[in-house]
């Protein structure tokens, strides 16, 4: 069983930045691919951003690219979405997830996840 637990939302005024954390406990015996999701009231999760499970290339979505970074640090099992610039339109819960598949190295969709964290909510005001 693997646990993930987010931290770093919070409330920031547009323009400002973020520092998303989100920390794997359990059966890490290998390195996962995981994500970045985010929730609008009412939508569905939206893809953000993702981390190979073979290295630490990323890929992230046009809305947020060159604004918000996600890394890995595999010594503390935690990955990171660096959120800078940020805008109202950016307001959501953020969710990490880890996938299990070892088909591909990364993933975009939130359905080839295996695991979310409880969510953080990211409140940007104008």
């Known amino acids: 069983q693997v646990e993930l637990v987010e931290s770093g939302g919070g409330l920031v005024q547009a323009g400002g930045s973020l520092r998303l954390s989100c920390a794997t406990s359990?059966?890490?015996?290998?390195?996962?691919?995981m994500g970045w999701f985010r929730q609008f009231p009412g939508k569905e999760r939206e893809f953000v951003a993702a981390?190979?499970?073979?290295?630490?290339?990323?890929y992230h979505q046009h809305s947020v690219r060159g604004r918000f970074t996600m890394s890995r640090d595999s010594a503390k099992n935690t990955v990171f979405l660096q959120m800078n610039s940020l805008k109202p339109e950016d307001t959501a819960v953020y969710y990490c997830?880890?996938?299990?598949?070892?088909?591909?190295?990364?993933?975009?969709?939130?359905?080839?996840?295996?695991?979310w964290g409880q969510g953080t909510q990211v409140t940007v005001s104008s």
């Open positions: 997830a880890l996938a299990r598949s070892r088909i591909a190295a990364m993933y975009m969709v939130a359905s080839d996840y295996d695991y």
């Open positions: 981390i190979s499970r073979l290295d630490n290339t990323t």
């Open positions: 359990g059966r890490t015996d290998r390195t996962y691919a």
